[in-house]
C-alpha cells in the first residue's frame, strides 16, 4: 500500500508547497481529516488546511501527495485506486 490509501491520524505531516506560501515547511501531526481538509496539530496550536491548496509528504515518506486528488471522504480515501504521476 503507498501512503495515499493509509490512514493518516496520528501520523506527521509535512506541507511541501502551497497556494499560500506561509504555509510550505509546516508540520504537525494530523489529529482530523475530512473530505475537504485536515486538520494538524503544530505545538499546541490546531491548524485546518484545505487538501485542494497543498501538496505534502507523511511520516517522512518520499511520496509527494497531491491534496486535491485527494478530496474524498478519507475511508473512501483508502480503498480507492490511484495512478502514479
Do not use: C
Request: aromatic share 4%.
Amino acid at each position: 500500500m503507498n501512503m495515499y490509501n493509509q490512514p493518516w491520524i496520528g501520523r506527521s505531516m509535512t506541507i511541501t508547497s502551497s497556494t499560500d506560501p506561509t504555509l510550505t515547511g509546516r508540520t504537525g501531526i494530523v489529529v482530523d481529516e475530512t473530505r475537504n481538509t485536515v486538520a494538524l496539530l503544530e505545538g499546541d496550536q490546531q491548524l485546518v488546511l484545505n487538501k485542494a491548496s497543498i501538496t505534502f509528504t507523511v511520516d517522512d515518506n518520499d511520496v509527494v501527495i497531491q491534496g486535491a486528488m485527494v478530496g474524498q471522504r478519507p475511508e473512501d480515501r483508502i480503498h480507492r485506486t490511484y495512478r502514479k504521476a
